[in-house]
Protein backbone atom coordinates (compact mmCIF):
# COMPACT_ATOMS: atom_id res chain seq x y z
CA UNK A 1 0.00 0.00 0.00
CA UNK A 2 1.49 3.54 -0.73
CA UNK A 3 1.17 6.33 1.13
CA UNK A 4 2.60 9.69 0.09
CA UNK A 5 2.61 11.21 2.92
CA UNK A 6 4.60 8.97 4.61
CA UNK A 7 6.80 8.79 1.46
CA UNK A 8 7.31 12.33 1.88
CA UNK A 9 8.53 11.63 5.36
CA UNK A 10 10.53 8.89 4.75
CA UNK A 11 11.96 10.98 1.21
CA UNK A 12 12.65 14.42 4.26
CA UNK A 13 14.72 11.96 6.82
CA UNK A 14 16.99 10.26 4.27
CA UNK A 15 17.61 13.84 3.27
CA UNK A 16 17.75 15.10 6.68
CA UNK A 17 20.44 12.23 7.60
CA UNK A 18 22.84 12.60 4.02
CA UNK A 19 23.02 16.54 4.76
CA UNK A 20 24.42 15.31 8.15
CA UNK A 21 26.73 13.17 6.63
CA UNK A 22 24.61 9.60 6.46
CA UNK A 23 24.58 9.05 10.80
CA UNK A 24 22.22 9.69 13.12
CA UNK A 25 24.89 11.18 15.53
CA UNK A 26 25.52 13.27 12.73
CA UNK A 27 22.05 14.27 12.48
CA UNK A 28 21.90 14.82 16.56
CA UNK A 29 25.31 16.87 15.83
CA UNK A 30 24.17 19.31 13.06
CA UNK A 31 20.44 19.43 15.09
CA UNK A 32 22.25 20.90 18.37
CA UNK A 33 24.80 23.47 15.92
CA UNK A 34 21.26 24.67 14.66
CA UNK A 35 19.49 25.11 17.63
CA UNK A 36 22.27 26.48 19.37
CA UNK A 37 22.43 29.35 16.31
CA UNK A 38 19.13 29.66 16.71
CA UNK A 39 17.17 32.66 18.72
CA UNK A 40 13.98 30.35 19.97
CA UNK A 41 13.61 29.83 23.52
CA UNK A 42 14.40 26.64 24.55
CA UNK A 43 12.33 25.16 27.50
CA UNK A 44 13.20 22.02 29.13
CA UNK A 45 11.35 20.23 31.38
CA UNK A 46 13.01 20.83 35.11
CA UNK A 47 11.54 17.05 36.10
CA UNK A 48 12.53 15.45 32.78
CA UNK A 49 9.03 14.06 33.10
CA UNK A 50 6.33 15.44 31.16
CA UNK A 51 4.00 14.07 33.72
CA UNK A 52 4.04 13.64 37.59
CA UNK A 53 2.93 10.01 38.30
CA UNK A 54 0.41 12.17 40.35
CA UNK A 55 -0.75 13.29 36.59
CA UNK A 56 0.15 16.49 37.59
CA UNK A 57 1.64 18.57 34.93
CA UNK A 58 6.07 18.44 35.60
CA UNK A 59 7.10 22.07 36.39
CA UNK A 60 9.31 23.65 33.36
CA UNK A 61 12.08 25.93 33.45
CA UNK A 62 12.90 28.18 30.37
CA UNK A 63 16.87 27.64 29.79
CA UNK A 64 17.64 30.91 27.65
CA UNK A 65 15.13 33.80 28.20
CA UNK A 66 14.11 36.13 25.64
CA UNK A 67 15.50 39.49 26.86
CA UNK A 68 12.74 41.92 28.63
CA UNK A 69 10.49 43.88 26.65
CA UNK A 70 11.78 47.43 26.04
CA UNK A 71 9.19 50.38 27.82
CA UNK A 72 7.68 52.09 25.17
Known amino acids: MN ?3 LDELHAIRRQ ?3 DA ?3 LAGLVAKIQADQAKSDRV ?3 NAGNHPMQ ?6 R ?3 VNPPSP ?3 R
Open 60 to 62: FEV
Open 69 to 71: PVD
Open 21 to 23: GGT
Open 3 to 5: NPI
Open 42 to 44: IIK
Open 53 to 58: PSGEVG
Open 16 to 18: MLA
